[in-house]
């Protein structure tokens, strides 16, 4: 088993960035495609950024093109999150999710992964 939990959420401002971090407890993930998502209320869940454990491998929502960035530090078992010029739009709860196995360009819906944390929530004020 998999336990994720999300930290790094909070109240910020249009404009301001933020990183959001997930740590991984129970397996090592060094051998797990890692990923999050999104749910805005009222919206269904959507995917924003997965990384697999080849070195440098990671793939976007075209709405996360360009703002988003995906890391992650096996020694430390964490993948981070970073948003910069963070928009209303973003106002979401933020997700990770964990996949036995590699996770590439087509794992997109949150079905393509085993485990969940229980989600971080971001709020932008305009």
């Known amino acids: 088993q998999v336990q994720l939990v999300e930290s790094g959420g909070g109240l910020v401002q249009a404009g301001d960035s933020l990183r959001l971090s997930c740590a991984a407890s129970g397996r090592t993930i060094s051998r797990l495609g890692m990923g999050w998502f999104r749910q805005a209320p009222g919206k269904q869940r959507e995917f924003v950024a997965l990384?697999?454990?080849?070195?440098?491998?990671?793939y976007y929502a075209d709405s996360a093109k360009g703002r988003f960035t995906i890391s992650r530090d096996n020694d430390k078992n964490t993948v981070d999150l970073y948003i910069s010029n963070l928009e209303p739009g973003d106002t979401a709860v933020y997700y990770c999710?964990?996949?036995?196995?590699?996770?590439?360009?087509?794992?997109?819906?949150?079905?393509?992964?085993?485990?969940w944390g229980q989600g971080t929530q971001v709020t932008v004020s305009s």
């Open positions: 990384t697999n454990w080849s070195r440098g491998y990671s």
């Open positions: 999710a964990a996949r036995d196995g590699m996770v590439v360009a087509t794992h997109t819906n949150w079905e393509d992964y085993d485990y």
